[in-house]
């Protein structure tokens, strides 16, 4: 149990292009998403918390005009990279936490990540 | 706030061998922690997490993580090192009035054969 996909896995765009990430919960209720950067051989960087139905939560220095995200419902967030450019290229991460009744959900599910190569 | 701090960005091991990769965190709460690994190319997976059950936590593929409020550390451990536990390990810890979690800054375990 507890999947969580993204698609696409890897997507090429030309710069000035907006590109759409999927990041899907399988098999569970997320109330809230994040969505993670991440550099060759660097740890991962919260870019932002997505809770559903509600705007999402940026970290500091994350232009949310650039990075948009949508909550629409339980299983699925939508990170969109708009007006790509060259120094947007990374390895994009989503995870979920899943609700539990009675208590804080304490476990993050991550999705297999999308690579993305702004040319 | 929370945070954590793994020693070691490398760390090589002869199969066979013991694996210790460590973590200290630092939390104002009781925190969750947690141990994911990650291959290349791919998202992480949760090899185990401690949440204030028992101290000494099991996980997949023959880990095990003990918690130490004294030291404030985390370790993961595996007595003996395959092939295939070869890939980079992350620390995570995640206070319980919320779900964001933070990470260090990653462990590469290669294994020698």
């Known amino acids: 149990g507890a999947v969580v996909s993204q698609h696409p896995s890897w997507v090429i765009c030309k710069s000035g292009t907006s590109v759409k990430i999927e990041c899907r919960s399988l098999?569970?209720?997320?109330?809230?998403m994040f969505w993670y950067r991440q550099f060759p051989k660097q740890s991962l960087m919260l870019m932002a918390t997505?809770?559903?139905?509600?705007?999402?939560?940026?970290e500091q220095g994350v232009e949310k005009d650039k990075f948009l995200i949508n909550h629409a419902s339980l299983t699925l967030s939508t990170l969109t990279v708009t007006s790509a450019h060259p120094e947007d290229s990374s390895f994009y991460i989503c995870?979920?936490?899943?609700?539990?009744?009675?208590?804080?959900?304490?476990?993050?599910?991550f999705g297999p990540g999308t690579r993305l190569t702004v040319l | 706030a929370q945070s954590v701090t793994q020693l070691g960005s490398h760390v090589s091991v002869s199969e066979g061998a013991l694996v210790l990769l460590r973590c200290n965190y630092s939390s104002s709460v009781p925190p969750y922690l947690f141990w994911y690994v990650q291959y290349p190319n791919q998202g992480l997976q949760l090899l185990l997490k401690?949440?204030?059950?028992?101290?000494l936590v099991k996980g997949i593929n023959g880990f095990e993580a003990e918690f130490k409020k004294s030291e404030t550390s985390f370790h993961l451990t595996k007595p003996s090192a395959h092939m295939s536990d070869a890939a980079e390990y992350f620390c995570?810890?995640?206070?319980?009035?919320?779900?964001?979690?933070?990470f260090g800054t990653g462990t590469s375990l290669t294994v020698i054969p």
């Open positions: 995870s979920a936490s899943e609700i539990r009744a009675g208590g804080p959900a304490d476990t993050q599910y």
């Open positions: 997505s809770n559903e139905g509600s705007k999402a939560t940026y």
């Open positions: 995570a810890v995640s206070g319980r009035t919320g779900n964001q979690f933070y």
């Open positions: 098999d569970f209720q997320a109330t809230t």
């Open positions: 401690y949440t204030s059950a028992a101290t």
